[in-house]
């Protein structure tokens, strides 16, 4: 029983991660945008004018350095961040611009509208247990990682 469980899980995961990969890539399409660097505009926007380092971006979002540096060279030369602070590109805080507050409001309008379809007919109770329950099984491969991979 367990194992068919994990192997549903499994399966159902892969499912999901495909259709999410799809739709970010067929929604992005129309901004000439990848996921990444709409996973770091809305991670801007979350920060608000504060902005984040490269370090935070990274953590937050599960990335590697290298790319997070790529992502946001590129949101910089198509204006929609911006770098302040000292010298050397790791301590530096990055920011929404006003054009890329706007592109990022209608990206996640987009988001949102995704949302609301993906959820329909689930009700807020349910989606707040399955959300916590995610987030817990999350949890709990990571640390499988750590105990079972680390040595």
């Not at 990848?34 to 953590?59: K, N």
């Not at 990206?107 to 949102?112: D, E, P």
Request: aromatic share 6%.
């Amino acid at each position: 029983m367990e194992e068919s469980r994990f192997a549903q899980f499994s399966g159902l995961i892969a499912s999901a991660g495909k259709s999410i990969q799809r739709l970010k890539a067929g929604k992005m399409k129309a901004y000439d945008l990848s996921g990444a660097h709409t996973a770091c505009l809305c991670r801007l926007a979350d920060a608000g004018p504060a902005g984040l380092t490269q370090g935070e971006l990274a953590r937050r979002e599960g990335m590697d350095r290298s790319q997070i540096s790529r992502v946001l060279a590129e949101l910089r030369e198509r204006g929609y961040v911006s770098a302040a602070g000292p010298e050397g590109r790791y301590k530096k805080r990055y920011a929404l611009t006003p054009e890329g507050q706007g592109i990022t409001a209608e990206i996640q309008a987009a988001i949102l509208e995704i949302n609301r379809f993906v959820s329909d007919g689930i009700l807020p109770e349910d989606l707040a247990v399955f959300y916590r329950t995610l987030r817990t099984i999350t949890e709990n491969l990571e640390a499988a990682v750590e105990r079972y991979l680390t040595e």
